[in-house]
């Protein structure tokens, strides 16, 4: 066989290549997936003076990533070689809900906040099935005309900046080790070779935290006197155990903050399933098809969120992989699913993530909400969005000004609810109202397949020319 050739069947590898390829793909996502919970805890522990113990921590974000991707693989018919991992789409949606402090959300602790931001999770899963039935009803050229990348674009580059004050923050609290995470993120993202091009989140977190715990072990500590490294939980953690499942709660205004979110992940997994189908040389939009992707990857959204974990996404650091590896059975991807879950069910591992610095978190976000903003601007600009065109200049600047200036949000009562639309919120609604209204609107899908890769969230590493 052509070493250049792809391979389409994993077992004729034989099983040791198989786990290898699997572990591969486990560590494509690992990074990216557990600075999800890691980030959430800290804007949870920041408003609330308390630590998230149930719910959205590592050990469920590792089992719902892993469970989701096997329940996308069902749906998908087995065709399809995505995993699902957390979303970094939702990062705002729960640092609103950790700052909300009135209504029923006045002295309410880190946990129950989650749940309750959970709860928005659960629906806004839901809505892609809503969109999953109309494409599959009226067809996706027709739907996406609705979300053209000037709607989407903007609303993803509101979406990093709105979190840039946390990332300052916290990188603040020891800014050399944040330097050296976002140094490190850098070097491999530009310089990195074959697999670790493909992992530069996951190299910064782990250079980052060992640079950390050799200043530990030298008695430096952070410049409030603070240590940097506390391993007290690491030592009372378990080796076997459940990972802490919570159920979601539902409240209206915890709803209105997540599930417009779902937007942008909506174009992500659009712009994933493509980039998967040119990977592999297989149209995925057309078979298994785009309803079915969404149906699944909306379930497993749903289902994680019903237990307190985080929203799924097809990732692209593994559409890399199938790039790099050039094995294509959706078999391997499953592979690392299960591996996943093994991992959640060891506190131990939860532990030691959840000693991170501060401070490398911060340097991590430096890097991921400046890259999301940067990935909303890529967007529109590789869809060749015409900004000399008035209608999309009206579009553009509105959704800026409603998702960067409604800090507070806009609440207002419906009988004895208080209610709270987000700044995030605001500004799709009025974007795509904006989109309906004003005449002009070409946008097609389908016409710039590169463009159409392009409309979400997810990082994935360039391809070689």
């Known amino acids: 066989m052509n070493a250049n050739e792809p391979i389409r069947d994993a077992k004729a590898l034989g099983i040791p290549k198989m786990l290898i390829l699997g572990l591969q793909h486990m560590f494509a996502m690992f990074g990216a997936t557990i600075l999800v919970p890691i980030l959430v805890n800290s804007y949870f522990q920041s408003a609330t003076g308390e630590p998230i113990t ?46 909300l402090n009135t209504g029923i959300y006045a002295g309410m602790g880190a946990n129950e906040k989650v749940a309750y931001a959970c709860g928005g999770i659960v629906i806004a899963g839901l809505l892609y099935l809503i969109l999953a039935v109309v494409i599959r ?45 976002l140094a490190v993120i850098i070097i491999f993202n530009i310089w990195g070779k074959g697999m670790f091009k493909i992992i530069p989140i996951l190299m910064g977190v782990v250079i980052s935290y060992a640079v950390a715990v050799i200043m530990n072990a030298m008695g430096i500590t952070n410049p409030d006197g603070s240590a940097i490294l506390d391993f007290t939980s690491v030592a009372a953690a378990k080796f076997i155990g459940f990972p802490p499942l919570q159920l979601a709660k539902f409240d209206l205004t915890a709803i209105l903050v997540m599930a417009p979110i779902a937007i942008a992940t909506m174009m992500e997994h659009i712009g994933d399933i493509s980039a998967i189908s040119a990977t592999v040389g297989e149209n995925f939009l057309e078979d298994p098809g785009l309803h079915r992707t969404l149906l699944g990857d909306g379930l497993a959204t749903s289902l994680a969120g019903l237990v307190g974990g985080p929203a799924n996404t097809t990732y692209g650091e593994n559409t890399g992989v199938l790039e790099l590896s050039k094995v294509y059975d959706p078999l391997v991807i499953r592979i690392a699913a299960i591996f996943a879950i093994i991992v959640s069910f060891i506190p131990k591992v939860s532990a030691i993530i959840g000693t991170m610095p501060a401070s490398i978190i911060g340097g991590v976000s430096f890097m991921l909400y400046g890259m999301i903003s940067a990935i909303g601007v890529r967007n529109v600009v590789e869809n060749k969005v015409d900004l000399t065109k008035s209608r999309n200049l009206i579009i553009a600047a509105v959704i800026f000004v409603c998702g960067l200036g409604f800090d507070s949000g806009l609440t207002f009562q419906i009988g004895e609810a208080s209610i709270t639309l987000t700044a995030l919120a605001i500004a799709a609604i009025a974007g795509i109202l904006l989109n309906i209204i004003l005449p002009g609107n070409d946008y097609e899908f389908g016409v710039n397949p590169e463009g159409d890769m392009s409309r979400g969230v997810s990082i994935r590493p360039e391809k070689k020319k």
Do not use: E
């Open 54 to 99: 149930r719910g959205l921590t590592v050990a469920v974000t590792l089992f719902c990533a892993g469970f989701g991707t096997l329940f996308f693989h069902i749906c998908a018919k087995m065709k399809v070689p995505a995993f699902l991992g957390s979303s970094f789409a939702f990062l705002g949606g729960f640092a609103t809900v950790a700052n």
């Open 137 to 181: 009803t009226v067809g996706v050229k027709r739907v996406m005309r609705f979300l053209p990348p000037v709607v989407t674009g903007p609303v993803i580059i509101c979406i990093g900046l709105s979190l840039a004050g946390s990332a300052i923050n916290n990188a603040s609290t020891n800014w050399l080790l944040a330097v050296i995470a």
